[in-house]
């Protein structure tokens, strides 16, 4: 029986948005249906790897039954499974789209109109991708960046400062993306290399990301980029 490429690998896949609450009833939140992120945790558990989900608010349901799956609602929520989630882990895939503020204060009651202008004060997410590479001995660390105009440099940027091993970078300007069934995603690697996918259904490019994963883990080509 031939083995399955990520067959004894333990994958992490985040996926969705996040919710930044502001009082009990409003919240600031993005476009991200989870679409990507749980066809990619499908795409790993059919290649043989044990799966943990940790997913943001989403209508979004895993197909294989062997996922692991966590919900969590903000940012901070979200950091904190990841950490609790990756002893062992030998890939991170962070698919989520994290919000990279967060309201300075949480309203305990719902925050009454007045007047004709209202400032909200925000604070910066801790950015849970360089987190991760930043561990004394990370596992591969794969980031997505959905970007409106220059994707590629600004994809490439991102992988160099979050010192992550490889980048899927796709446009989301002009409706492309968000809340879709297909995408088209633009693979860099830290070492240089570079390879488009093209527009694909969000299942076919999962299944094409996971085989190049673990082609490179097979190959031990684990080389992050330099800050």
Known sequence: MTELPLSGRKVLVTAGPTYEDIDPVRYLANRSSGKMGFAIADAAAAAGAEVQLVAGPTNCQQQ????????????????????EKLQGVDVFIACAA??????????????????????????????ILATVAALPQPPMTVGFAAETCQVEAHARRK???????????????????????????????ADGRQQDLGLQS????????????ATELRAGLLATATP
């Open 64 to 83: 294989h039954a062997g996922i692991v799956r966590s919900d969590v609602r903000s940012a901070l929520q979200m950091l904190d499974a990841v950490l």
């Open 98 to 127: 994290v919000a990279d503020y967060r309201p300075a204060r949480l309203a305990s009651e719902k925050i009454k109109k007045s007047g004709t202008r209202m400032q909200l004060e925000l604070v910066r997410n801790p950015d």
């Open 159 to 189: 992988l160099q400062q979050k010192n992550i091993h490889l980048i899927a970078a796709n446009c989301v300007a002009g409706g492309q993306g968000f809340d879709r069934c297909d995408n088209r995603l633009l693979l860099l690697y």
């Open 202 to 213: 969000k299942s076919a490019l999962a299944d094409e990301l996971i085989q190049v994963i």
